[in-house]
């Protein structure tokens, strides 16, 4: 909050900030919400990386989708892509402990519950891995770019949201 404030006294108008986490999107809204009332002349994006750009439900299956928080296949194979030798042996799924949410309800999304990660994962991975790869990583890479690089063109392009 403290550094948004300083970009809006240098003039700054808008404010895109990216997470790419599960679990945190929501402290990230909070923030921003936060941010906005502090410097009303800045506009506040609160962006979920995985949430912006269409194509990933094509390269990311469920159940992988809705419960591949962190360190499962789309983050696994990103890693594997873009940094490699970060990728340590990959831990055996330990399941989601929490159980199998009821129909419509998820981790996150429309209907979403608060989670604590030991609450559902021994080794802190929740998801699977397993089939992660680094082709697979290079494919979310191009469709994450090419989405976030056609919103913020789009954004760019506006003078959308008017703050003031």
């Given amino acids: 909050v403290a550094v948004g404030r300083q970009l809006a006294a240098a003039g700054f108008q808008r404010l895109v900030l ?11 809204q909070v923030a921003a919400r936060e941010l ?5 002349a ?8 995985w949430s912006g750009p269409g194509g990933l439900a094509e390269l990311i299956p469920e159940p992988e989708r809705s419960e591949g928080l962190h360190a499962g296949l789309a983050e696994t194979s990103l890693m594997l892509h873009l ?16 159980g199998t949410p009821p129909a419509g309800w998820s981790l996150e999304g429309a209907v979403p519950t608060a989670w604590m990660t030991r ?13 992660a790869s680094a082709t697979l990583g290079g494919q979310l890479a ?9 919103l913020l063109d789009a954004l760019l392009a506006s003078d959308w ?4």
């Fill in 42 to 49: 800045l506009a506040v994006l609160p962006c979920f990386v």
């Fill in 83 to 98: 940094r490699p030798e970060l990728v340590g042996p990959l831990p055996p799924a330990d399941g989601q402990r929490g």
């Fill in 36 to 40: 906005r009332a502090a410097a009303p």
């Fill in 161 to 164: 949201p008017q703050c003031g």
């Fill in 119 to 131: 609450e559902l994962s021994a080794s802190g991975v929740i998801g699977d891995p397993r089939e």
């Fill in 142 to 150: 191009e469709t994450l770019v090419h989405g976030w690089c056609v």
């Fill in 18 to 28: 990216f997470n790419a986490h599960g679990g945190q999107i929501g402290l990230l």
